[in-house]
């Protein structure tokens, strides 16, 4: 067998081995998936909401969001959730109004209290 056979042979070998790990690995997600199924809708269908990367949000709760807490805690806390769909493909509590109330919004204004006492440690 010439170098050239041999190399070729191999290539063709390697290419098999990395196709039956793909094959392996595309069973055992479905077996067991990584991560919770969750089906992304349309954001922002009919304009009545305020769209965002992977979420939508409808612009009268939106409103009383910014109403409640401020305009940069509701926008601090809509990045961290995009942030948190993009690695974790899934909503948390199921819709994006509840995951702002019940856990973002908390998250930002912890941290926004933390910088506080560190501009007054200062």
Known sequence: MTIEN???ALRYL???LILRV???SMRLDDIS???R???MGE???DGSALAFDLFSLPKEKYQSLVDRYGVDVVNNACVKLDEFIKINEYIPFGKPYFA???K???EVNIEGKGNEQKDINE
């Open 33 to 35: 998936p990584k991560k």
């Open 43 to 45: 954001p922002n269908v």
């Open 14 to 16: 390697i290419n098999d």
């Open 22 to 24: 793909y094959d392996v």
């Open 6 to 8: 041999e190399l070729k």
């Open 104 to 106: 973002f919004i908390k």
């Open 37 to 39: 199924q969750y089906v």
């Open 100 to 102: 702002l109330t019940r």
